[in-house]
């Protein structure tokens, strides 16, 4: 049971302030003129004050509730140093023995790592707390103990943050005095132009006993495609490394150091730096016919690529035009022909032909000037074609034929019909993955909108991807000598991009297909792949095959393995391996195209974790000791071969301000409750009260009356 006394006042508080004090001026007044019954007088008055406070005595029926300790284990990787696994295993099993031999408290586990088992970016300790603390009354909490190495990430600027008022304590698991080496990267590019150079800066520091010695130390820099290089270093000093960019795509420049006597660990004595190789700006040639509903089609997405330089020309007034009108009075340039198609065809990096016709305007050198562009230098040409790809004056009647993958037969499809990915289609870059696209069931059309007119065409070569109006070709990919070939026989995607009956995926195809012309790494149909996760390397191949060969992979020691492929879905097969060692894995495969190699860096998942893997205790130290915690290095008893450590004794105490000092660590007694039940009792109410007070009073009469 727990008594109190409350109050609630009959009149306002201030009229029994002003009451009271009135009281005690007459009783004062009466006792300085020795009137006698004064004291009687003021006990009446007392009395009369006491009723009107209305006092009640409060019996409440309360149950106590457990103190709560978080205990909360650092989980990140520089825990899985040297001897830490097991000194921090032993520190959990003593503590749980000690704390559980107080009375009155529970304890609550909690851990750095996620549900998944993983771990965030550093070491995140107040995270987990206050993951926690979400199920923990803070006026339960006795205390907060962390078990760590001292290289935490996420500390508070003060205890307000923390939403408790208990002491913060830290067993710091390694040992004092610990040495490591590391590298860190100062500055590294995420771009550069694929043909070029930048540079990176990395500097070697030192913690822990003996750093910044200044001794001279020896780097490895390891660079796609070429011998290893050596270079020299001192402690705390910028080195300028020169990074290529040989191809587009990743690029990756590793830099390793040589491990030191005594160091810690190694695992962060490399880095690898990864940016992505950019060609400059690809550039466009865009001819358009006469002008139709979807000439703006091309142009709009071509515009809106950061990475595309357009130029665009329509023909507006073909040379057999004859109206009348003048010369001088039209608003039109001349096509310049040879200046294009000539002197600056080999600055183009992809020319496309939409709804084109061959009028006279290109000559038929120039034709065959494109075609010796294709074959010769790596060119690309794309026509998008609809009825004029059919007629006597189609493209196809010009030099150019040689590098188009389709003849037409001179028919032309009017009918609505959906596009549909072939078998082949699915594997292929271009159109796999589709928005709307069904792999399950190739060749049938997808839900896209309806088309209502294509040409006619018997392939001769190439890979046709999709198909439209009586299952005939619709989009025909082909390889010619250097360059690439692409041929789209109707000139209705501009439907798609209306949204006409629902529309379909204009955007993703048109630019999947420049971009694949262009000779985007991303969209080549034979491609090998090399990603890295911590020590796991995953293998993707991408083939137009049914069937693909193993990958020999070559490790940083220089060991070989060969790998074999599981198919995940048409055109991918994939594997995922686990490697020893951290460094630069190299992946090699054979195509129907040639050999493919792919470069991927295995080892540390968490940077931020291992760049300072010292234990210390000068991170934790100012914060806890606002709380009135303690920092305790605990220390493994040799005695017991490494099974038990030395932790400072453990007290449950009220009232105390100092709750650590030397070999001794307390938590605070909250004395928490429940109230179960009250009862409520009147003091000066009813005729015993009325009753005191004409007694107080007559005796006050009684006594001046004598």
Request: glycine share 8%.
């Amino acid at each position: 049971m727990n008594w109190s006394i409350e109050f609630a006042p009959l009149v306002p508080l201030p009229l029994i302030w002003a009451a009271g004090i009135a009281a005690m001026l007459l009783v004062a007044m009466l006792i300085f003129r020795r009137s006698r019954g004064a004291l009687w007088r003021g006990a009446a008055l007392a009395a009369l004050i006491a009723a009107l406070l209305n006092p009640t005595l409060r019996e409440e029926e309360r149950e106590s509730l457990a103190n709560i300790a978080l205990v909360v284990v650092d989980e990140s990787t520089s825990q899985a140093l040297e001897k830490r696994p097991e000194q921090k295993a032993a520190i959990r099993a003593d503590l749980e023995q000690r704390l559980g031999k107080i009375k009155n408290l529970e304890i609550k586990w909690a851990s750095s790592a996620k549900a998944d088992g993983t771990t965030a970016q550093g070491t995140q300790l107040f995270a987990a707390l206050n993951s926690a603390l979400t199920s923990t009354p803070p006026d339960r909490i006795a205390g907060v103990v962390f078990v760590t190495d001292g290289q935490v990430h996420d500390i508070p600027k003060s205890t307000a943050a923390l939403g408790f008022d208990a002491p913060v304590h830290a067993l710091l698991t390694g040992t004092p005095g610990e040495f490591d080496r590391r590298i860190e990267t100062i500055e590294a590019p995420r771009y550069g132009l694929v043909g070029q150079s930048r540079d990176i800066k990395v500097a070697v520091r030192e913690a822990g006993r003996g750093a910044g010695s200044g001794s001279p130390v020896s780097l490895r820099v390891r660079r796609e495609g070429r011998p290893d290089e050596h270079r020299t270093a001192s402690i705390d000093e910028p080195v300028t490394i020169e990074m290529p960019f040989p191809h587009a795509g990743t690029n990756i420049l590793e830099v390793e150091l040589e491990t030191a006597p005594g160091e810690l660990t190694p695992a962060n004595n490399r880095v690898v730096i990864v940016a992505e190789g950019v060609r400059e700006n690809l550039r466009v040639l865009l001819v358009s016919g006469e002008p139709h509903a979807g000439e703006r089609t091309w142009r709009n997405l071509l515009k809106s690529d950061a990475a595309v330089d357009l130029v665009h020309f329509t023909i507006l007034r073909p040379p057999e035009k004859q109206d009348g009108t003048p010369i001088n009075q039209l608003s039109l340039i001349a096509f310049p022909t040879k200046e294009l198609f000539s002197d600056k065809i080999r600055d183009f990096d992809l020319i496309i032909f939409d709804r084109y016709e061959h009028r006279g305007i290109l000559q038929l050198a120039y034709y065959d000037n494109i075609a010796r562009y294709v074959e010769g230098h790596g060119g690309a040409v794309l026509v998008a074609a609809g009825d004029d790809y059919a007629g006597l004056t189609s493209l196809y009647r010009t030099p150019l034929s040689p590098i188009l993958p389709a003849a037409p037969t001179g028919r032309v499809i009017e009918q609505p019909f959906r596009a549909a990915i072939t078998e082949e289609g699915f594997r292929h870059p271009v159109t796999q993955n589709l928005q709307g696209a069904n792999a399950a069931t190739p060749n049938r059309p997808a839900s896209w909108g309806h088309w209502f007119r294509q040409a006619e065409v018997r392939p001769d070569r190439g890979r046709i991807v999709m198909q439209g109006a009586e299952n005939q070709p619709l989009l025909v990919l082909d390889r010619k000598g250097k360059g690439r070939v692409a041929l789209l026989t109707s000139d209705h995607a501009w439907l798609w991009a209306r949204g006409y009956d629902g529309g379909g995926p204009h955007t993703d195809l048109l630019r999947r297909l420049s971009h694949w012309l262009m000779k985007e790494p991303d969209l080549e149909e034979e491609r090998l792949v090399a990603s890295a996760r911590g020590l796991k390397l995953t293998l993707e191949r991408r083939t137009l095959e049914d069937s693909v060969q193993p990958v020999t992979v070559s490790g940083p020691g220089g060991e070989r393995s060969e790998v074999k492929l599981e198919r995940e879905r048409p055109g991918v097969w994939r594997a995922t391996i686990d490697v020893k060692l951290p460094g630069l894995y190299k992946a090699e495969s054979q195509s129907s195209s040639g050999p493919l190699t792919a470069v991927a860096h295995a080892g540390i998942e968490d940077p931020r974790e291992m760049s300072e893997v010292v234990a210390t205790d000068r991170k934790l130290k100012p914060l806890i000791e606002q709380t009135g915690g303690g920092v305790f290095w605990t220390r493994t008893d040799a005695a017991s071969a490494g099974s038990a450590v030395a932790l400072p004794r453990v007290s449950l105490m009220s009232g105390a301000r100092v709750l650590a000092g030397s070999g001794w660590m307390g938590l605070r007694d909250r004395e928490a409750y429940v109230t179960k039940g009250v009862k409520l009792t009147p003091m000066f109410t009813g005729f015993l009260a009325l009753a005191a007070l004409l007694a107080l009073m007559a005796m006050a009469w009684w006594r001046e009356g004598r």
